[in-house]
C-alpha cells in the first residue's frame, strides 16, 4: 500500500531554518500534486503549502509565503518544505499529502494519502 514518510523536524528557535522531507513508498507519484499541512496545539489543521504535479505551480498560505517553499523531486518520489524564519506560530505537526489531483490545492479533501505527521517546536 502507498505510504508517505515525514521527517526533518524538531526544535528551532525564532529565525531559524529546517528543512522537511516527505518520501513516498511507491509509484504512481508523478501524476499527483503534493501538499503540507500543519496543525498547531489547539488550533485547526491548515494548509501549508502544495506544488503540482510536474513542479510548474506552488502554493502557499499567506503566512509562509517568503518563508516557506516547497518543492518535489518525481525520479526519487520525495517532496520538501524548506522552512526559514521560523517563529513561534509555525509550532506545528506537519504532515505531508498526496494529492487526488494533478493541479495544487489548499484543500485537505484533495488529498487521499497522508503520513503520520512530523513535529516541529520553534521557541522564542
Known amino acids: 500500500q502507498v505510504s508517505l514518510a515525514e521527517s526533518g523536524g524538531g526544535t528551532a528557535q525564532t529565525g531559524d531554518s529546517l528543512r522537511l522531507s516527505c518520501v513516498q513508498s511507491?509509484?504512481?507519484?508523478?501524476?499527483?500534486?503534493m501538499g503540507w499541512f500543519r496543525q498547531a496545539p489547539g488550533k485547526d489543521r491548515e494548509f501549508v503549502a502544495s506544488?503540482?504535479?510536474?513542479?510548474?505551480?506552488?502554493l502557499y498560505a499567506d503566512s509562509v509565503k517568503d518563508r516557506f517553499t516547497i518543492s518535489r523531486d518525481n525520479n526519487n518520489l520525495k517532496v520538501w518544505l524548506q522552512m526559514d524564519s521560523l517563529n513561534p506560530e509555525d509550532t506545528a505537526i506537519y504532515y505531508c499529502?498526496?494529492?487526488?489531483?494533478?493541479?495544487?490545492?489548499?484543500?485537505?479533501?484533495?488529498?487521499?494519502?497522508w503520513g503520520q505527521g512530523t513535529r516541529v517546536t520553534v521557541s522564542s
Open positions: 499529502a498526496r494529492g487526488s489531483v494533478s493541479g495544487t490545492s489548499r484543500w485537505s479533501s484533495n488529498y487521499d494519502i
Open positions: 506544488i503540482s504535479w510536474n513542479g510548474g505551480e506552488t
Open positions: 511507491e509509484r504512481p507519484f508523478s501524476g499527483h500534486a
